[in-house]
């Protein structure tokens, strides 16, 4: 196999282990969620929430849509990536 073979190899490597990862981060991240929005900590289910507590539940909500957005762009940009060299 030449050496851009491997380079390639390497780098669909690199990008299925970030999705493997992403999908197995999912449950724990789930479970914190569900622990910081119960009625013992956060409370988001109140109905006498001030912007500040209606913000960190909003940004508690969407932490798992963007740590898994995130993981799966960095794991394309690894697997498309293109070096200097190839484009010129």
């Not at 898994?68 to 498309?80: Q, S, T």
């Amino acid at each position: 196999m030449n050496k851009k073979g491997q380079v390639i190899l390497y780098y669909f490597m690199i990008a299925v282990f970030i999705i493997i990862l992403a999908i197995v981060l999912i449950n724990p991240l789930k479970t914190l969620i569900t622990e910081v929005r119960d009625p013992a900590q956060l409370n988001c289910s109140s109905t006498s929430l001030t912007f500040g507590q209606e913000s960190t539940c909003l940004f508690v909500d969407l932490i798992l849509p963007y740590f898994i957005i995130a993981l799966f762009a960095f794991a394309f940009i690894i697997l498309f990536k293109r070096k200097k060299e190839a484009l010129e």
